[in-house]
Nanobody
Framework: QVQLVESGGGLVQAGGSLRLSCAAS????????MGWVRQAPGKEREFVAA????????YYADSVKGRFTISRDNTKNTVYLQMNNLKPEDAAVYYC??????????????????WGQGTQVTVSS
């Protein structure tokens, strides 16, 4: 089992940037594919980005391609989400998630097994 704690959310103007971090507990961080998922008020959770076990493959939702970058540092048990050129529609609670699948990097919300508590991102227009 892994425990996840996000940080780095906040209020930013449209066009600005934020960097989210997710610290994971345990000594087997590299055995988890990691992802970011967001949920806006009144909407379902949606996939944002994912990264493979050693970080050699990354995946993005079309809505964030070219603006967001996911990365991980297995020596620090941490996954990051760099968000640039933020738009008001990016405002949501962002969740870090881990999948113990060893064959697929999840690109759907249901594929993730462990979740953080979420961090709020607010984008003012």
């Amino acid at each position: 089992q892994v425990q996840l704690v996000e940080s780095g959310g906040g209020l930013v103007q449209a066009g600005g940037s934020l960097r989210l971090s997710c610290a994971a507990s345990g000594r087997t961080f590299s055995s988890y594919a990691m992802g970011w998922v967001r949920q806006a008020p009144g909407k379902e959770r949606e996939f944002v980005a994912a990264i493979s076990w050693i970080g050699d493959s990354v995946y993005y939702a079309d809505s964030v391609k070219g603006r967001f970058t996911i990365s991980r540092d297995n020596t620090k048990n941490t996954v990051y989400l760099q968000m640039n050129n933020l738009k008001p529609e990016d405002a949501a609670v962002y969740y870090c998630a881990a999948s113990h699948s060893r064959v697929r990097v999840g690109q759907e919300v249901y594929e993730y097994d462990y979740w953080g508590q979420g961090t709020q991102v607010t984008v003012s227009s």
